[in-house]
């Protein structure tokens, strides 16, 4: 087990601001992850499967899925007197049991959901980066289960595919019940657009199911937010209210986190108000079934991974080079048993990973090398350095590991 505090400091909670909420910092698989993946930061609790379990299966078991809390876990355990409630720029203000959300008809969609930090430990290789030291699994592909935003938003007299209300609401915010010190003991939080939000083509989940199960307490029991295709801080976990208002949501990961600044800003010259929030993710692949650095008995190899794009867009390529990047050849890609993936088909999961195979011989030391192309024609970057940033998000450029090809006895 590694623990890797970087610069999230443990914090002193405030159990008064807690009143019908309990908190802990372990999540309830803790020993889990230290089996079968890394916890990067105890409290917060944040963890990582291995590289290899999170490839084993397309849909990601619930043990091996990535954790990443900004502030205590919440427990959320007085189902009767839970409600969330509906307010700001509306006709009707409304509170929800969980009961009248589970009487909404139940959508399932399989989303990937990947941290904006996600693979931040290899941009920090070029120059440091600030935050939480992220391999390449900070991902996860789930069946999420639970009523459309856009359907719950039209009961309180939002029809869909509103961008404004009749009170000027252009934004949906989600607030959570956990705290944290980056928002001075206040609320997680975050905002999509409201167009967005009463899309149903959108897909955007309150979700209370994660494959096939209630949801558990580490990914937002009873109740959380699954925005498909954007990065995963807007997914809202143990949502307590949800507010209309007119500009994005002020609050700290939206506005002083989670941007993308180009390589030129530093910590003296930046103004986060430069910047939007960022939403969609990039083109993104990673290989799994090698580590960093690997030794063979002889050349033949399976290379295994994922690939990704954000905005529902599917992956149309996956290419692998055996030369450190100057010749490829093209991965096969699926998702489930039985049905050929299609980048934009009908029978393909939109907003969910690929995951792509190809079997190679390598003669001597080389780079294998992934890179992932999207429907739009994305392609991963080459470098690292051209999309470096401060906060070391969105490290999406051509992932590489070594091989050496020896004898058994190495
Ligand atoms: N309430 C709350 N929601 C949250 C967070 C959080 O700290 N608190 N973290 C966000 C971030 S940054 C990510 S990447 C995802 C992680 O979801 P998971 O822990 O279910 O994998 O939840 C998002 N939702
Ligand atoms: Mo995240």
């Known amino acids: 087990m590694k623990i890797d505090e970087e610069d999230e400091p443990s914090m002193t909670i405030d159990h008064q601001v807690f009143k019908t909420y309990a908190v802990e910092y372990e999540c309830t698989t803790m020993l889990q992850m230290k089996l079968e993946g890394r916890i990067l930061v105890g409290e917060p609790f944040n963890a990582e499967p291995h590289r290899f379990g999170l490839i084993s299966s397309y849909v990601t078991p619930v043990d091996l899925f990535y954790k990443r809390n900004h502030g205590p876990i919440p427990i959320v355990d007085d189902i009767e007197r839970y409600r969330l409630s509906v307010t700001g720029l509306i006709e009707i203000q409304k509170e929800f049991s969980m009961r009248d959300i589970r009487d909404l008809p139940k959508y399932t969609v399989a989303a990937t959901l990947q941290c904006a930090g996600n693979r931040r430990t290899a941009m920090s290789e070029t120059k440091k980066v600030k935050g939480v030291g992220w391999g390449v699994a900070a991902l996860g592909n ?27 609401g252009k934004h949906v915010e989600f607030v959570s019940v956990d705290r944290c010190k980056e928002e001075n003991g206040g609320p997680y939080k975050a905002s999509i657009p409201l167009s967005q939000a009463t899309n149903p083509e959108a897909d955007v989940l ?8 209630p949801l558990n307490r580490d990914h937002g029991y009873p109740l959380r937010v699954v925005v498909p295709g954007v990065i995963g801080a807007r997914s809202v976990k143990w949502l307590d209210s949800i507010s209309v208002i007119t500009e994005e949501c002020q609050g700290f990961f939206m506005q002083k986190d989670y941007k993308m600044f180009p390589p030129s800003v530093n910590w003296e010259n930046i103004n986060w108000s430069t910047r939007r929030p960022q939403m969609d993710f990039p083109v993104q692949s990673a290989i799994c079934s090698l580590e960093d650095s690997n030794v063979l008995k002889n050349g033949k190899v399976t290379v295994k991974g994922y690939a990704v794009s954000g905005g529902g867009r599917g992956i149309e390529r996956v290419d692998i080079s055996i030369d450190g990047g100057k010749t490829w050849v093209e991965a096969s890609r699926y998702q489930k048993p039985g049905v050929p993936y299609v980048a934009d088909g009908i029978h393909s999961d939109k907003w969910a990973w690929v995951l792509f195979e190809a079997k190679v011989e390598v003669q001597n030391g080389t780079d294998i090398v992934a890179k992932a192309v999207d429907i739009a024609g994305n392609v991963q970057p080459e470098n690292v350095e051209s999309i470096w940033n401060l906060r070391g998000i969105l490290n999406t450029s051509w992932h590489r590991v070594h091989v050496r090809v020896g004898r058994s006895s190495m």
């Open 142 to 168: 789930a069946v999420w289960g639970g009523a459309k935003l856009a359907d719950v938003l039209e009961l309180v007299g939002v029809p869909k595919l509103s961008s404004t209300t009749l009170r000027g």
């Open 206 to 213: 309150l979700a209370y199911e994660m494959n096939g199960e």
